[in-house]
């Protein structure tokens, strides 16, 4: 790390624009992703999986940046990081200035150069975290990145009071930039002790107990000053004053509790937070203040007071008012704080399945329910038996979601749950039972499709049979054949016709062949469906297409009877065009 040490100045000339538009606006991406991640780091612990992800993709940004644009310098004044003169992150409030801690130390810039570590990254964020958390070990930022010895970060700044104006003869001017350690005042620099209260009474006048004598010009110059700037000063004032009344209150209720929980309270302090902190964690899920609900909760178990009691806190948020109140506040916000409030609801533990099922069965919003049932599927993928007692909800609709999201679980464990559903009232629910089972292994879902095709309607009795086409099955084919023997065969739907025909070709083999060869030569002078039905038998031969399958329409081919031979040829005729 190059440190270098300049004098500080009065007032810097104007400015003028070297780089290009582009260079500016990705510097200032890259300083509000840095303040994003000290953010985050203050929020959450170390190892917390997003802490992570933010300080990587901060120093994947710093090496893009570096890579596409070379070095980048960011100077700091106190209240506003600027590149090449531009603004790119002024201060919004007091709290929110991250020029400040740069400006306060003496930091006047800082340049990242090419080949910038992951390591670098990581020592300038836990640099400005330490100089500016609650904890602080007394050293300041500019010894802290010397210290973190800084390859590729080059760090301009003022040196302390003791390093300049001292008197004192340089170390030596050969060994480089000047090393940031602070350094004791001389002797003639120490403050001179107050005289007595009644010292320089008489010839010099007093006013009070402070002789004033030349020092009055001073002064008086002092508070023109002060005048000149008392507008500007009181505008500033009162800008800060609005920006912190604009942070929600549950914001600063949160930050609070947590100040008084580091201050090692006493065992009654603790009993009076915990009384306390229960309406911050009403008032944050009333507001969907997901982030704020979830670090109040985590207090209150850190508490362990009696005061308040975890399985009430659940039974509220299963309560329909509360429910109402939460579907509310997530139907408008976006997607970011629709994790944070799954993130809120993992929290909860096991309650929080019933809490978002309840969620998803009221959202109005698609996108809301697609990523809550996401959700559940995840959490319930090893114990799908946690959604067993919303299968028999009076709401057709919420019976439909959960069989939805066991059919992205799948796997066998789930045909227990499936079946009872198979039997639902609501032709929608049966179908999407069907649909879940097609993400079951075929040999472990069959018994449950043919229990499907009793009684369903013709949408779902497709559906099944389209599944149970996937495998050949001598049962199956049995089973499929029967429906041909039926009197009121040739009275079903077109579709479900179709349906068998297809699928009895796709699971059948030689077992079947002798009654489709059978029903193929079967007459009925006087019935014309008849025929369309023989020429769907001679088809099905075909698709079938095994050596036995094929001496069967060869031997019908050569049959007496004109209906018969024309079937029996056109499947011939397909069998060799296919």
């Not at 599927?377 to 066991?406: F, T």
């Amino acid at each position: 790390m190059s440190v270098s040490a300049r004098p500080g100045k009065a007032g810097e000339a104007k400015h003028e624009r070297t780089l290009p538009d582009a260079t500016v606006k990705a510097a200032a991406g890259w300083i509000a992703q840095f303040a994003r991640t000290l953010k985050t780091c203050r929020l959450y612990d170390a190892a917390n999986p997003t802490v992570i992800k933010f300080r990587d993709e901060l120093s994947q940004a710093a090496h893009a940046l570096m890579g596409q644009y070379g070095s980048v310098t960011w100077r700091f004044e106190s209240d506003d990081v600027t590149v090449d003169g531009e603004s790119v992150y002024p201060a919004r409030s007091r709290d929110d200035n991250l020029a400040y801690p740069f400006h306060r130390d003496g930091v006047r810039s800082i340049t990242l150069n090419a080949g910038i570590t992951s390591r670098e990254v990581d020592a300038l964020v836990d640099s400005v975290l330490a100089v500016t958390g609650q904890n602080l070990d007394g050293d300041d930022l500019v010894t802290l990145l010397w210290e973190a010895h800084l390859q590729h970060v080059d760090v301009d700044y003022v040196p302390a009071q003791g390093e300049m104006g001292n008197g004192a003869a340089p170390a030596d001017e050969s060994a480089g930039s000047l090393i940031p350690w602070p350094q004791a005042p001389a002797e003639a620099d120490k403050p001179a002790e107050p005289p007595p209260p009644n010292e320089g009474k008489g010839s010099m006048g007093r006013s009070e107990d402070w002789a004033l004598g030349d020092l009055t010009v001073e002064v008086e110059a002092s508070f023109v000053e002060l005048d000149s700037m008392a507008a500007q000063e009181v505008e500033r004032f009162r800008n800060e004053f609005a920006a912190e009344h604009r942070v929600p209150p549950v914001t600063a209720a949160v930050a609070i509790a947590q100040a008084c929980l580091n201050a090692n309270p006493t065992i009654d302090d603790r009993r009076e937070i915990a009384r306390f902190l229960p309406r911050i964690l009403r008032t944050s899920l009333g507001a969907g203040s997901w982030s704020e609900a979830r670090e109040t909760l985590r207090m209150l178990r850190s508490l362990t007071a009696r005061e308040w009691s975890e399985e009430t806190f659940q039974q509220e948020l299963l309560q329909p008012v509360s429910v109402a109140r939460v579907v509310e506040q997530i139907d408008k916000q976006d997607t970011g704080d629709l994790a944070e409030w799954l993130a809120l609801a993992d929290e909860v533990g096991d309650a929080g399945i019933d809490w978002m099922t309840l969620v998803l069965s009221e959202s109005q919003q698609r996108e809301v329910r697609l990523n809550v049932a996401e959700a559940l599927a995840e959490r319930c993928r090893e114990n799908p038996e946690r959604l067993a007692s919303w299968l028999a909800d009076g709401r057709w609709y919420v019976v439909r979601n959960i069989v939805h999201i066991l059919g992205w679980i799948g796997g066998p464990d789930i045909l227990g749950l499936l079946q009872m559903a198979i039997r639902h009232p609501d032709s929608r629910v049966r179908e999407e039972v069907v649909a879940a089972l097609g993400n079951v292994d075929l040999k472990h879902a069959r018994p449950l499709l043919i229990r499907a095709v009793d009684g369903a309607d013709t949408r779902v009795f497709c559906q099944a049979l389209s599944r149970l086409s996937v495998a050949r099955d001598a049962a199956t084919a049995r089973w499929l054949f029967a429906f041909l023997q039926q009197e009121r065969f040739e009275q079903r739907p077109p579709e479900e016709r179709r349906a068998i025909y297809a699928a009895l070709a796709s699971v059948g083999g030689d077992e079947v062949v002798p009654e489709l060869e059978s029903e193929l030569m079967r007459t009925n002078w006087f019935d014309r469906a008849q025929e369309v039905h023989r020429h769907n038998v001679a088809r099905c031969l075909a698709r079938i297409g095994t050596a036995r399958a094929r001496e069967a329409l060869k031997s019908a081919a050569g049959s007496r009877r004109a209906p018969v031979r024309q079937a029996a040829e056109a499947a011939l005729a397909w069998l060799g065009g296919a």
